[in-house]
C-alpha cells in the first residue's frame, strides 16, 4: 500500500488511480440502478456505467497502447451510441407518462394501452 | 505534480459526485450531479491528451444529452416533489451488491495492474491523423463504424418521434 501512495505522489499518474476512479463511477450506477424506482434515475445510473466504461477504454489505450487509436474510437462510438440510447428512451418515458402519469417502475405492468 | 493534483481534484470530483448522483433526493440535484461527473470526466479525457474526445464529450454528454434528461425531469415532474426509492431491504441488497462488486473488482485491479504504471510518451494526435484514421477503408481505419453510426443516429431520431408524438 505504501509503494502504491508513494507511487501516486511522484511520477506519472497510475493506471490503477483512473481505474479506481471509474469503479467507484461504475458501482455507484449499480446502486442507483438497483435503488431506485424512478425510470429517469435508472437511466441516470446506466449513463454513469457508460461513462465508466468510456474511461476505461480510453485509458487502457493510452497506458498499454499509445500511439494507437481503438480505444479512442471505441469511446468515441460509445458516446454517439449513448446519445441515441437517452434519446429514444426518454422518449419512451414520456410517452409512458402520458399514458400513466408516472415514471415509476412499480407502475409499469402494461406497456399497450 | 501539477498532473497529480489537478488529477486527484478530477478523481475527487468524480467520486463525490456520483455517489451524490445516486443517493439525492430530489431528481433534479441528481442530473445536475451527473453533469458535474461527465465534466470531470471531460477533464480526465483533457487529461490524458485526448483533446478531440474532451470536445465530444462536453458537447454531446453534457450538453444534448443532460439538456434532454432536465427537459424529460421537468415535463414528467412535479416541482419539490422527492424521489420515491424502493424498500429499505432492496436498498440494502442493491449496496451490498455493489459493495461486493466493488470490492471484488478493486481486488483484481490493484493485484494484477500495479506492474503497469508508466505512462508513455505520446505524441499529439492531430486533427488531419485524426479525419484520415476515421474517413478510410483500410486496417486501424473506421470508416464503415462512421456510417453505421450515421444510419443509427437516424433512426434513432425517427423512433423518437415516432414515440413521443402525440396522437
Known amino acids: 500500500m505504501s509503494d502504491l501512495l508513494t507511487n501516486l505522489l511522484s511520477g506519472p499518474v497510475p493506471i490503477e488511480a483512473y481505474l479506481g476512479v471509474s469503479l467507484i463511477m461504475f458501482f ?10 424512478s425510470m429517469l434515475m435508472i437511466l441516470i445510473s446506466i449513463e454513469l456505467m457508460l461513462n465508466a466504461a468510456d474511461i476505461n477504454f480510453v485509458v487502457f489505450n493510452r497506458y498499454l497502447f ?5 480505444g479512442f474510437y471505441f469511446a468515441l462510438f460509445t458516446i454517439a451510441i449513448a446519445a441515441c440510447e437517452t434519446a429514444v428512451a426518454i ?10 402519469t408516472s415514471v415509476e417502475v412499480g407502475n409499469l405492468d402494461q406497456m399497450k394501452e | 505534480m501539477a498532473q497529480q493534483i489537478i488529477f486527484f481534484v478530477l478523481a475527487a470530483i468524480i467520486a463525490i459526485f456520483s ?3 445516486v443517493t439525492a433526493k430530489q431528481i433534479i440535484r441528481s ?11 471531460a477533464g480526465l479525457y483533457l487529461l490524458l491528451g485526448y483533446n478531440y474526445l474532451f470536445a465530444v464529450q462536453i458537447a454531446v454528454y453534457a450538453g444534448g444529452v443532460m439538456v434532454l434528461f432536465i427537459f424529460a425531469i421537468l415535463l414528467t415532474n412535479r416541482p419539490g416533489e422527492n424521489v420515491k426509492t424502493e424498500l429499505a431491504v432492496r436498498r440494502v441488497a442493491a449496496g451490498a451488491t455493489a459493495l461486493v462488486g466493488l470490492a471484488f473488482c478493486g481486488h483484481v ?13 505520446q505524441a499529439d494526435i492531430t486533427p488531419q491523423q485524426l479525419g484520415h484514421s476515421m474517413l ?13 453510426i450515421s444510419i443509427l443516429l437516424l433512426a434513432c431520431i425517427v423512433g423518437a418521434i415516432m414515440i413521443a408524438r402525440k396522437r
Not at chain 1, 28 to 37: M, N, T
Not at chain 1, 66 to 70: D, I, K, M, S
Not at chain 2, 32 to 40: G, H, K, N, Q, R
Open chain 1, 28 to 37: 455507484a450506477g449499480v446502486y442507483g440502478f438497483l435503488s431506485r424506482k
Open chain 2, 31 to 41: 442530473a445536475t450531479y451527473l453533469l458535474f461527473v461527465l465534466l470531470a470526466t
Open chain 1, 91 to 100: 422518449a419512451i418515458i414520456i410517452n409512458i407518462y402520458r399514458n400513466l
Open chain 2, 109 to 121: 485491479i490493484y493485484w494484477n495492474i500495479k506492474k503497469v504504471s508508466e505512462l508513455a510518451v
Open chain 1, 66 to 70: 499509445p500511439g494507437h487509436l481503438e
Open chain 2, 19 to 21: 455517489i451524490l448522483a
Open chain 2, 136 to 148: 478510410g477503408t483500410d486496417k486501424y481505419q473506421y470508416l464503415l463504424p462512421f456510417e453505421v
